[in-house]
């Protein structure tokens, strides 16, 4: 059986441009897999488990706003408790692929943020890059959508 890509949107749509992630994939009406949360936590290393191919979509201070970046997250060991509330996604991984065996293809889109003030609304900037990183979006996850299942996990072997 094929399992589909996951999309997971971080964010808080009541913090201006934190709330981009649900902005966009809201707006993705034909979407197939798609989650939206608030931080990254363990709680989601089952639910990546079950799914080939994840992107994770978030909101970013280390780019100017409306500038964009999709890179390849690879699982990282942490300085502190994989147990804690929020895991960045690297963290996410290593704990998904420790605890369930599962080699996931994941990547990481982050959107340039210019503000976080309480605003429902997202700022210029980002609206203005919207159309294209949902069509970023869209590719990536047609792209994935044949990827078949491992035949073999690290539990099997």
């Keep these: 059986m094929m399992r589909e890509p996951l999309v997971i949107g971080v964010g808080n749509t009541l913090r201006g441009d934190d709330g981009v992630a649900a902005q966009l994939l809201s707006s993705w009406h034909d979407a197939p897999d798609v989650l939206l949360v608030p931080q990254l936590t363990i709680d989601l290393a089952p639910i990546i488990a079950q ?61 340039g943020a210019q503000q976080f003030d309480r605003a429902d609304t997202l700022s210029p900037a980002v609206t203005q890059v919207l159309p294209d990183v949902l069509d970023t979006v869209r590719e990536w996850w047609a792209a994935r959508a044949d990827v078949q299942p491992e035949t073999t996990t690290l539990l099997e072997s």
């Design 51 to 111: 799914h080939p191919a994840v992107l994770i979509v978030d909101a970013a201070v280390c780019l100017a706003p409306g500038e964009w970046t999709l890179e390849k997250v690879r699982g990282c060991a942490s300085t502190h408790s994989a147990f804690g509330h929020e895991l960045n996604p690297g963290e996410l991984i290593a704990v998904t692929e420790a605890l369930f065996g599962a080699i996931v293809d994941v990547d990481l889109l982050c959107i």
